[in-house]
């Protein structure tokens, strides 16, 4: 089975930085998923890691720790746009299917 | 389309009434994957379809639920003498195939309430 753990909540200000935490304790691993959800809207995809370490991509980026089933997702320089949620995703090693998080939801203030 | 679309976009019935769900994929992608999204809660794996190989209808909650994929292409997700419970936003994704970091595209979902 699959067990993802993220915040559901968290608060910053427009301009600052902020890092969503994700832990995992599934049967198998074969990739790790970071969607963006805006209210109403369907998830996009942001990131996915697989090794360890940190993937940048401009604003966003994400690390991978499999040996402590740990990921981060880095939000710089917020932006109002920002306002969403934030879902962690397990592969399973069966190579397709995500197992999701609950969500995180990241507010933005000004 | 380029992207994934779903039809209805809202769907209102009542309870113990059968209720279809259309899931038009990318062209081309041959993995197309069903979730469940309830309030407050993670997307839930229902079923995932792969090319010609049989799918896997492993996250089907119970036996009311059932899919089918045409050609290929378009799927449609059908729940049988549905319950409140059932009552979530059902998303669709599609990717140009199941491995890899090929990277899930999904669609706007479709809301569902059971009366």
């Known amino acids: 089975g699959q067990n993802i753990d993220q915040p559901t909540e968290m608060t910053a200000t427009e301009g600052a930085i902020v890092q969503i935490n994700c832990t995992y304790q599934?049967?198998?691993?074969?990739?790790l998923f970071w969607y963006q959800q805006h209210a109403g809207e369907a998830p996009t995809f942001l990131s996915y890691n697989v090794l360890d370490g940190l993937e940048e991509k401009g604003r966003f980026s994400s690390f991978l720790s499999r040996s402590k089933g740990y990921s981060y997702l880095l939000l710089k320089e917020l932006q109002m746009k920002d306002s969403a949620s934030y879902l962690c995703a397990v592969r399973d090693s069966n190579d397709y299917k995500l197992s999701f998080g609950a969500g995180t939801t990241v507010t933005v203030r000004a | 389309g380029a992207g994934v679309s779903q039809s209805p976009s809202n769907k209102v019935t009542e309870k113990g009434k059968d209720v279809e769900l259309r899931c038009d994929p990318i062209s081309g992608h041959t993995a197309l994957y069903w979730y469940r999204q309830s309030l407050g809660q993670g997307l839930e794996f229902l079923i995932y379809f792969q090319g010609n190989s049989a799918p896997d209808k492993s996250g089907l909650p119970s036996d009311r639920f059932s899919a089918e994929r045409t050609g290929g292409s378009v799927s449609t997700l059908t729940i049988q003498r549905t319950q409140q419970e059932d009552s979530a936003v059902y998303l669709c994704?599609?990717?140009?195939?199941?491995?890899?970091?090929?990277?899930?595209?999904f669609g706007p979902g479709t809301r569902l309430t059971v009366l």
């Open positions: 599934t049967s198998g691993f074969n990739g």
């Open positions: 994704a599609s990717s140009k195939q199941g491995s890899g970091g090929n990277e899930q595209f």
